[in-house]
């Protein structure tokens, strides 16, 4: 009972990363359907890869989940549950066969004094019986005992190897958050460069503003064309 209830934690476990990855797929999703509808630009390019790494995060809580499920908490709950009813079996034989064996010593031993030898002789075959019974019965529950203990160390080794396989995958996880982090603070600093660009233009544009040269053209633009627009009304003289 003591080994199946530590099983729990890591049905917990399980559970939990299943839940999570499928709260972050959703979340995620959201995320990627508000930037389809949002002008592309570098802050969405860079919220896009956001949405990617939680995608991937996701997956791989989902995967260590169905992990820690499939290859810890069902083998091992199937072996143990099977186990225990095996020694609980063997536990209630032993029972049995204690309880109808002491009440077979007594009946000898009550018997003594007012039995023939024939029905004393018949007695003691059937304790010899008994004994021999009950020693099978006992011997049988201690190797359920030491199969329980043998399944016991194979579970610890089984969540030894659990273990190692869940280490991996969050150094996979860390590694994927790293890239995504660097692949984030990338588009950042693009999108830095390309503001400081444009604002660089435009300070360079307005540096060359002359103002008195425009002015001074487009007085003369305009002394030209008031010129011309005044010959077209002059009378032609004959």
């Not at 063997?90 to 066969?97: D, N, W």
């Not at 000898?108 to 075959?125: A, D, G």
């Not at 307005?206 to 002059?234: G, H, P, R, Y």
């Amino acid at each position: 009972h003591c080994i199946l209830s530590n099983n729990y934690p890591f049905a917990n476990r399980a559970n939990l990363e299943i839940s999570y990855a499928k709260g972050l797929q959703k979340l995620a999703t959201k995320l990627s359907k508000t930037l389809q509808s949002t002008k592309k630009n570098c802050v969405v390019s860079a919220w896009a890869w956001v949405s990617e790494g939680m995608k991937s995060a996701a997956d791989l809580h989902q995967k260590l989940g169905k992990a820690i499920e499939l290859e810890a908490v069902k083998p091992t709950h199937q072996v143990l549950s099977a186990h225990e009813k095996k020694r609980k079996s063997a536990k209630k034989k032993l029972m049995v066969s204690t309880k109808k064996h002491e009440a077979l010593f007594h009946l000898v031993e009550s018997s003594k004094q007012i039995t023939t030898e024939k029905e004393k002789q018949k007695l003691l075959n059937k304790l010899k019986k008994s004994t021999e019974k009950l020693s099978k019965e006992d011997e049988n529950y201690y190797q359920k005992n030491m199969a329980s203990c043998s399944t016991r160390l194979k579970w610890e080794n089984t969540l030894e190897n659990c273990f190692q396989s869940i280490l991996e995958l969050e150094k996979e996880r860390i590694q994927l958050l790293c890239n995504n982090l660097n692949q984030y603070s990338q588009h950042i600093s693009v999108f830095g460069q390309t503001l400081t660009t444009c604002h660089t233009q435009i300070h360079c544009a307005i540096s060359k503003i002359d103002v008195e040269n425009d002015i001074q053209a487009l007085m003369e633009e305009t002394a030209v064309s008031s010129t011309e627009n005044k010959s077209e009304f002059l009378l032609t003289d004959y």
